[in-house]
């Protein structure tokens, strides 16, 4: 079936069986590569996405159900040269150590800052981190939260 993704920013039209998952879209047609198949099971958080703003399981999504703008890793937005906010909490924080689960992480991540959940670690129960990095992750939320309540720009 002939299908049209918005992915960050850019209109792709492909042909896809039925079943397809957004993530083997990504990856395989379009060669956007911070979704990663960790689990393919929705369980470690590895692919995460935005769908219309939103974190979704790419590995469970299928690219023909997807009509809003796909956002992953590469498209958050940033100022000129500088990191997205949560992308330059995360290294100052050192929250990453393999990177495997970094761009899922980050990506939910974006989605607690602006929903500015009250449990950081309920929120992000989904994202699995196999170097155990859970306390500087907390970390990179918690000032990329309060980098957000100071400023006028939206994440």
Known sequence: MDISLEVNGRTERLSVDPGVTLLDALRERLSVTGPKKGCDRGQ???????????????????????????????????????????????????????????????????????????????????NICRCAAYPNIVAAIEQASEQAGRSDASL
């Open 44 to 126: 470690c958080g590895a692919c995460t996405v935005h769908v219309g703003g939103r974190p979704v399981l790419a590995c469970l999504t299928l690219a023909a159900t997807v009509t809003r703008e796909v956002t992953t890793v590469e498209g958050l937005s940033a100022e000129g040269e500088e990191l997205h906010p949560v992308q330059q909490a995360f290294v100052d924080q050192d929250a990453l150590q393999c990177g495997f689960c970094t761009s899922g992480q980050i990506m939910s991540a974006v989605a607690a800052v602006r929903k500015d959940v009250p449990d950081v670690r309920e929120f992000m129960s989904g």
